[in-house]
């Protein structure tokens, strides 16, 4: 048997532990950080641009918007848009930086919905063509509304 034993002082220790803790934590919050995708940066200039945006987050849709729609953020959030964007934060969508500022709204029908056939939509906001918020939605009576970037669904559903 052989033994072997090694002397470190105790502040190199502490230092070395730290660094090694907050390495772990950064390395955690680059993987699990509600961060927008790299393709959330991206500016969709055109309405082909934006119906590959949709499709590359899994929605399929018709090609032509049924609805476009520019208007002019409030200067502070206020009800119905803090109910509304406390949907976007964990998509990593924020609508906080954008007050006061116009903003394009383009309302798409979706066609591969998982729990409905028809009479679903997508609703993509951009400022200057970079994706600000977006949902999926079904509007009437047993509507919902629901994230427009989701976790892929259990195939056994």
């Not at 116009?102 to 993509?124: C, I, K, M, S, W």
């Amino acid at each position: 048997m052989f033994i072997w034993t090694a002397k470190f002082p105790a502040l190199k220790t502490l230092i070395l532990f730290l660094a090694a803790a907050i390495a772990a934590l950064a390395f955690f919050m680059l993987k699990v950080s509600p961060a927008p995708r790299e393709e959330m940066s991206a500016v969709l200039e055109t309405n082909a641009d934006r119906v590959e945006y949709l499709r590359g987050l899994g929605w399929e849709v018709r090609e032509e918007p049924i609805e476009t729609f520019e208007f002019t953020l409030p200067a502070t959030l206020e009800e119905p848009y803090l109910s509304y964007n406390a949907l976007q934060l964990p998509q990593g969508y924020d609508l906080g930086p954008h007050c006061g500022q116009n903003v394009f709204r383009y309302t798409y029908a979706v066609t591969n919905h998982p729990d409905r056939e028809t009479g679903v939509q997508a609703n993509l906001y951009l400022r200057d063509g970079i994706p600000i918020a977006g949902d999926i939605f079904c509007p009437g009576a047993n509507g919902f509304q629901e994230a427009l970037i989701q976790a892929p669904r259990d195939a056994a559903k």
